[in-house]
């Protein structure tokens, strides 16, 4: 697992953003794993403007989302269906048949969770896998105590997920679904490479237990570091408690395969 900092939260998102899109361009149909949330929208944004003024392209690209609410219609303007149109697929040239969520209005949600693991592996699996963390460090919505080698799966939210997902439900909280379908912890180690994109100080605790703390169930992020493929991305304020921020910093500077990135232009006012 490698650690990268950036000063801010643009260069970090600019940063993930620039490691996707040459991956991209290193394999056409690529198979992406893609996550949701505030922090992603910064990333997605940037690649968009990759695929309008650079001719990034994502006509053979395949893409596995890491989770979706149980309950909500996928033309429910909180899905993570209706999160991906609106941050990237409708904005890039991706064929929509190569797009795919877990099917939280399946009547069988476990035959949905196998079959799609059966749909990643039909793919070849999963070259990158583009990931969060939630604020007690899970990753998916892999919760405190989930197993380290789960697979897709239906699963209860805790009280504290909830309570930070529902401010996203603007005047209707009580619409915050209690349950969700996620990609496993064993789901998730198995794509070939990993980044992580974590920015604010708000996540500075929790980047500490994940990143230097013990591999434990209670902290599903932290089982990132068996990975042999890992880079994690955080700016300066959820960097703030490491430990080994010099080390982090020296491992920028100084690696042969950060060099192409490190003269990344900044990010333009009102483009994050």
């Known amino acids: 697992m490698e650690v990268i900092m950036r000063p801010t939260a643009g260069a970090a998102a600019l940063l993930a953003a620039r490691l996707i899109a040459a991956r991209l361009r290193e394999k056409h149909d690529l198979v992406l794993g893609l996550a949701t949330g505030r922090t992603m929208e910064m990333v997605y944004e940037l690649l968009v403007r990759m695929h309008r003024e650079e001719g990034l392209d994502f006509s053979l690209c395949r893409t596995f989302n890491l989770d979706e609410y149980i309950g909500l219609e996928p033309a429910d303007p909180h899905s993570y269906h209706a999160y991906m149109g609106k941050h990237l697929f409708s904005r890039v040239n991706i064929d929509s048949r190569n797009t795919r969520l877990p099917d939280g209005m399946a009547s069988d949600l476990k035959a949905a969770a196998l079959r799609y693991e059966k749909d990643i592996a039909a793919c070849g699996g999963i070259d990158l896998q583009l990931l969060g963390i939630g604020h007690d460090g899970h990753i998916g919505f892999n919760e405190p105590l989930s197993s380290l080698r789960s ?9 504290g997920t909830i309570a930070v997902n529902s401010t996203l439900f603007g005047d209707e909280p009580h619409r915050m679904p209690r349950r969700a379908m996620t990609m496993g912890v064993g789901t998730i ?8 994109l974590a920015t ?14 013990p591999v434990t169930s209670m902290v599903t992020a932290s089982a990132l570091q068996l990975h042999p493929s890992c880079k994690v991305i955080v700016d300066e304020a959820a960097a703030g408690d490491l430990k080994a921020k010099d080390y982090y910093r020296w491992i920028f500077e100084n690696e042969p395969e950060w060099e192409p990135y490190r003269d990344a232009p900044p990010v333009k006012k009102g483009t994050t």
């Open 151 to 159: 697979r897709t799966r239906d699963k209860t939210l805790t009280p």
């Open 189 to 196: 180690l198995d794509a070939r490479e990993i980044v992580l």
């Open 200 to 213: 604010g100080s708000n996540k500075a605790a929790i980047m500490v237990q994940a990143l230097e703390g």
